[in-house]
Every structure is written in structure tokens, then in C-alpha cells.
């Protein structure tokens, strides 16, 4: 049986990488606008938020709500559990494992809720090579990379979509 990552966001395990790899678009979600790739303006050095008790306040309900599905501390142990505050250069490399790893667990997190449902003989089949795929036994960034550019992706989505006869 396939061994599933950790699929919930442990913040503490991670170096905020939502905070600086993700987009904000000033409107109900976020008080302001923030490109891809720069840091947070409320992000404090030890990658804590600084107005976390007041995100929902301050304007900043999508942070409240959003969840990375454990591809933030995945990301981090990938990278040998490094910060990119100590080493500039590591930030490039660490966003984009985080970008593919975000997609992989999204999809995770589906197939392991479609798991639940009274699945035929030929559903758990693909379901079995789904997760084998995913979830390879040794995952590293060039692993992440080499199944998010290849067509697994689209496989699983694909399947997922067969299920709605299900629900």
C-alpha cells in the first residue's frame, strides 16, 4: 500500500514559503497587492507572520484559509531542511519544489477522499497506479518536477472527473 506525505500544513516545519511564492490580489482575500516571488511585507525575519492574530483584521482572510496541504515543510525537507533567509539562492529552487509539490498533494488530497467512495475493481486499480505514481518512494525536487511536467497530472484529474458518477 502506498504511503501517503504528511497532507496538512505544518507552518511551524516550514519557511513560509506561501508568503513569498504565492501572488495577492488586493481585494476581499488580501488588504494588498503582492507579486510571486517577494516576500510578505508582514513576514518578520523568523519566518513568522507578524500579524497573524489579526490576519482576518487586517485584511488578510486568505491567509486564514489557505492550506498547502504539507507541500511547505515537504519543500523544506527536500531542500535539506535549509532556510532561503540564510542562503538567497535556495529561494528559486525551494518556491518551485513547493509549486510542483503543492499541485502533487492537491491531488493527493482528492484521491485519497475518492478512496472513500465504493470504488469498482477497475477504479481501484487506477486509483492503486495514482497514488504509486504520486507517491514514489523517494521523493526529491527533480521527482516532484519530473511528475509535474509529465502526464500523471492530467491522469489523475482525468479520473477524478470519472468519479462523479459516484456522488
Known amino acids: 500500500m502506498t504511503t501517503l506525505p504528511d497532507l496538512a500544513s505544518d507552518c511551524n516545519a516550514c519557511a513560509a514559503l506561501c508568503c513569498v511564492g504565492l501572488a495577492f490580489d488586493e481585494g476581499d482575500d488580501f488588504a494588498i497587492d503582492k507579486p510571486a516571488g517577494l516576500p510578505c511585507p508582514h513576514l518578520g525575519t523568523r519566518h513568522d ?29 527536500l531542500h535539506g531542511g535549509e532556510s532561503w533567509r540564510d542562503d538567497l539562492e535556495l529561494l528559486a529552487p525551494m518556491l518551485e519544489t513547493f509549486r510542483h509539490l503543492r499541485t502533487i498533494h492537491s491531488l493527493l488530497t482528492l484521491l485519497d477522499t475518492a478512496r472513500r467512495l465504493p470504488l469498482e475493481e477497475e477504479e481501484e486499480d487506477r486509483w492503486e497506479h495514482l497514488m ?3 507517491c514514489p518512494d523517494e521523493m526529491t525536487p527533480d521527482v516532484a518536477a519530473e511528475i509535474a511536467s509529465g502526464t500523471i497530472l492530467a491522469e489523475a484529474r482525468d479520473f477524478l472527473r470519472s468519479l462523479a458518477h459516484h456522488v
Open 132 to 134: 504509486e505514481s504520486l
Open 49 to 77: 507572520c507578524t500579524i497573524y492574530e489579526y490576519l482576518e483584521e487586517e485584511g488578510f482572510p486568505g491567509c486564514v484559509r489557505y492550506e498547502c496541504e504539507g507541500a511547505g515543510q515537504r519543500a523544506i525537507t
